[in-house]
């Protein structure tokens, strides 16, 4: 069956077809090529992530992503460095550059990268947070809670401040958590808060997402791909942010004889297919959760139309073309 839907909108690539969007030797050019990949999975719209990193790695990437001007990208997220230190809310961020949250850090953080800083994750508890996210609110940029070890009041002050999402729900957290309470119970109850998954079967198990999303509601759920370099590729070893990473064949990312992952080689055009097969939902459910509500969210317009052919017996989207509206 053919069918239509606006163009998909991913508020989380690292990077895509090869190329590391944090590696600070990425021109323009390469960028772009990216871009042209990333459209043919049906993306015409995204925020390039910068993850925790020393400032001048960090300035170097928001300066090439700012020279970009290409109108797929509709800003920058930040993903660190103000988050949690402890192993495993912290994922693969390295943990030397992970700092307190600060306005000084924050503003030359924002003047390198022209201004284009649309969304922040952070962990609530980290020194500053609040303060910052209270900035953030008031000056237009989306603030969201991840990487954290925080405590459920934590959470709630976060919300309080103006958080308004949680980024990749369910991971960048501790292997172990108290049964209740705890922070994933406190997000998914806090209806102030959108929550973003990445449906590559590898972050989270299909059940998880069916009940996750169930707690937030469709209307509530973004879908990202968290996407790295190899996103687009072929299985094998890839970069991200100065680090070796390998793809293996199922698409499962991480560092070689790393526990945790480190990203993911999933196309938003897969994740959408999963999400309807693991959370029973119609397509037409599913897909403004990868297009419409995304751009909602940030307050932009989406971008183009998409035609595909959907097969529902296997949940699978193909021959995804894009043109404009």
């Known amino acids: 069956m053919q069918i239509e839907f606006p163009g998909l909108f991913d508020l989380q690539v690292n990077g895509f077809g090869g190329v590391d969007f944090n590696n600070p030797l990425a021109t323009p050019e390469d960028v772009y090529g990216a871009i042209e990949k990333m459209r043919g999975t049906g993306v015409t719209r995204f925020l390039p992530t910068l993850v925790t990193s020393s400032f001048e790695r960090f300035a170097k990437c928001a300066k090439t992503l700012a020279r970009t001007q290409h109108p797929a990208i509709v800003g920058l997220h930040m993903e ?29 953080r924002q003047e390198a990268a022209a201004g284009q800083i649309k969304l922040v994750t952070l962990a609530p508890e980290a020194r500053g947070a609040m303060e910052l996210i209270e900035h953030l609110v008031g000056v237009g940029i989306r603030a969201a809670v991840g990487h954290t070890a925080g405590s459920p009041e934590e959470i709630r002050d976060a919300v309080k401040a103006g958080a308004t ?30 929550a973003s998954f990445i449906v590559d079967g590898h972050h989270l198990p299909p059940a998880t997402v069916k009940a996750m999303v169930r707690a937030k509601t469709p209307r509530r759920t973004f879908l990202v791909t ?17 680090e070796q990473v390998v793809s293996s064949e199922d698409g499962r990312v991480s560092r070689p004889g790393a526990p945790w992952l480190s990203g993911s080689s999933i ?16 397509l037409e459910q599913i897909l403004p959760t990868a297009s419409s509500q995304p751009a909602q969210y940030l307050g932009v317009q989406g971008s183009g139309r998409v035609t595909a052919d959907w097969n529902a017996a296997e949940c699978r989207l193909s021959n995804l073309k894009v043109f404009d509206a």
Request: proline share 8%; hydrophobic share 40%; glycine share 10%.
């Open 80 to 108: 660190g460095p103000y988050i949690s230190p402890e192993d495993g809310a912290r994922g693969a961020h390295p943990r030397e550059h992970v700092v307190a949250a600060s306005m000084d850090d924050f503003l030359r």
């Open 267 to 282: 196309t938003l055009d897969r994740a959408v297919a999963n999400a309807v097969r693991f959370t029973g939902l119609p």
């Open 165 to 194: 999402l949680s980024t990749h729900l369910g991971n960048g957290c501790a292997n172990q958590l108290p049964r209740h309470p705890n922070f994933i119970w406190e997000q998914l109850a806090a209806d102030e808060l959108f």
């Open 226 to 242: 968290d996407a790295v370099a190899a996103a687009g590729g072929v299985p094998g070893t890839y970069e991200l942010n100065g």
